[in-house]
């Protein structure tokens, strides 16, 4: 790799453990937010100039997508202000920032793959707060890598396969059939991370599983895989209602390089169920 001394900040969320798999063979300084808090500029420039990486790979966030609604302040900070600080002090220092959004800064109206020259409508407050954070980083520093994903899974950290999958001990679970992304499998996005910095083609890039489910199509692949046999019962977003809205449909496509493309998402949940060391 390119890179030699990489910081990655939120180093022990889903994604950040994945990266740090990912970039093993460099020299890694993770830190998550006891180590580092994003949103304070004034150490986040100390710990920064004090390292001098190559790069900055920020998988720091706030994604309590429905708690937003109600901490909108926290959600602005991590999500906008953070970035901002990481932008502000690598541009300083002449070095590249990755960070890394969402489908939801998309109001789900469309009926094709959003790519990465649609127009943004986030509908929820982490979607807002997301979209800030892109345009700080635009705005501080030119040398970006804005990363566009969906629906994250790992086998480590919160996520949907896992909760669904400690479900399946009962009778029947109930599954939305009516929402649409991009299910995503951090290893797989680590992955093509490292392909996209053997370039300097910065910009903005959406980079997700390949191809588009339900989360009910989404559960009965992951139940397949597993050997579960629980029922699935589909229903509808109305039935399920959340504070914070949800695109309808979210899937993710790219227009630029086809080979930084993920595998489809059904290898994901392959990859997953084969490392996954929960019991169902
Ligand atoms: N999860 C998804 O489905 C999804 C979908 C699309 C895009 N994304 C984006 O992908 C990125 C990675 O998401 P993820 O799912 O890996 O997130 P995650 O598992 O929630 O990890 C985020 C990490 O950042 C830490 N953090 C929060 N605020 C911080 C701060 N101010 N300073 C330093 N660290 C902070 C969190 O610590 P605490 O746990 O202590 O708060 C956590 O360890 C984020 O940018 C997210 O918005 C996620």
Not at 160 to 187: E, M, W
């Amino acid at each position: 790799m390119k890179y030699h001394k990489v910081v990655i900040t939120g180093a022990q969320g889903q994604l950040g453990q994945a990266l740090q798999v990912q970039f093993a063979k460099c020299e890694v300084i993770s830190w998550d937010i006891q180590d580092l808090d994003i949103c304070q500029f004034e150490q986040v420039r100390k710990a920064i100039h004090h390292i001098q990486p190559d790069i900055v790979v920020n998988a720091a966030a706030y994604t309590q997508v429905d708690q937003a609604e109600t901490h909108q302040e926290a959600a602005y900070r991590s999500n906008a202000l953070g970035p901002k600080n990481l932008a502000l002090t690598t541009q300083e220092i002449g070095i590249p920032l990755v960070h890394f959004s969402t489908d939801y800064v998309f109001d789900g109206q469309q009926s094709r793959p959003y790519h990465e020259f649609d127009e943004p409508n986030p509908l929820s407050v982490y979607g807002r707060s997301k979209l800030a954070g892109e345009r700080e980083v635009q705005k501080w520093n030119p040398r970006h890598f804005i990363v566009r994903t969906a629906w994250l899974y790992h086998v480590v950290g919160k996520n949907f396969p896992q909760t669904i999958l400690k479900l399946a001990n009962q009778k029947q679970v109930r599954v939305v059939n009516d929402q649409f992304g991009s299910p995503t499998y951090c290893p797989h996005l680590a992955q093509a991370i490292s392909h996209l910095l053997e370039t300097d083609v910065f910009g903005t890039y959406h980079l997700a599983g390949s191809g588009g489910t339900s989360w009910y199509d989404f559960t009965k692949a992951l139940y397949q895989a597993r050997g579960v046999q629980t029922e699935i019962l589909p229903i509808s977003t109305t039935d399920y209602p959340l504070p914070a809205p949800r695109p309808a449909y979210g899937v993710l496509t790219s227009l630029h390089d086809p080979s930084l493309q993920l595998p489809p998402w059904e290898e994901g949940v392959r990859d997953f169920s084969t490392h996954w060391k929960g019991t169902n």
